[in-house]
C-alpha cells in the first residue's frame, strides 16, 4: 500500500491524518465504483480494511462532523446497519447544520421526512446534497433506529 503517502505529516496529528485517510479512502471507493482496477500495493483489502477502522473509530471519538468524513466511511459500512445508522443520522445533522448556517430563520419539518429533505436540499451543493441522498438511501435500508 502507498504507506509513504498515508505517513508525513499525517503522522502529527489525528486530524491530519483524519483527513489524507479520508481522501485516500474516497478516491480508492471512487475508482472501485468506476471500474477501474487498482493495482494492490495501492488498495489491498487488509490495509483498506485497517484504514475504514481508523477512520470510523477518528469520527465516533470527536465531536467533528464533516460531511465528507462521514459520507467516506458511509460508504465503506453501509452494510453494517448498526455502525452505518448512527453516521447516517450524524450526516443528516450535519447538513441540516450547514442549510441552517446559510439561512438562520429556516423553518425546518421533522428530520428525515421527505418536506426536510427538500427544505435542507435546497442549501447544498452537489457533492453535500450526494451526500444526503447516499446517507437517506442507507436509513431507507437500515431503518433509523437501529
Known amino acids: 500500500m502507498c504507506h509513504e503517502i498515508l505517513r508525513s505529516p499525517a503522522e502529527k496529528a489525528p486530524r491530519h491524518r483524519a483527513s489524507v485517510v479520508n481522501d485516500y479512502l474516497y478516491y480508492v471507493w ?7 482496477t487498482l493495482s494492490p500495493t495501492i488498495a489491498d483489502q487488509a490495509s483498506i480494511s485497517k484504514l475504514v477502522d481508523e477512520l470510523y473509530q477518528y469520527i465516533v471519538s470527536t465531536d467533528q462532523s ?31 447544520n450547514h442549510a441552517l448556517s446559510k439561512n438562520p430563520s429556516l423553518q425546518l419539518p421533522e428530520r428525515g421526512n421527505t418536506a426536510w429533505l427538500i427544505a435542507v436540499s435546497r442549501y447544498l451543493d452537489e457533492e453535500r446534497a450526494d451526500s444526503l441522498a447516499y446517507c437517506q438511501s442507507v436509513l431507507a435500508r437500515c431503518g433509523r433506529g437501529v
Open 30 to 36: 471512487e475508482a472501485k465504483e468506476l471500474g477501474l
Open 66 to 96: 464533516i460531511y465528507n468524513y462521514l459520507d467516506t466511511i458511509l460508504r465503506y459500512i453501509h452494510l453494517e446497519c448498526e455502525k452505518a445508522v448512527p453516521i447516517a443520522l450524524k450526516e443528516e445533522i450535519t447538513l441540516e
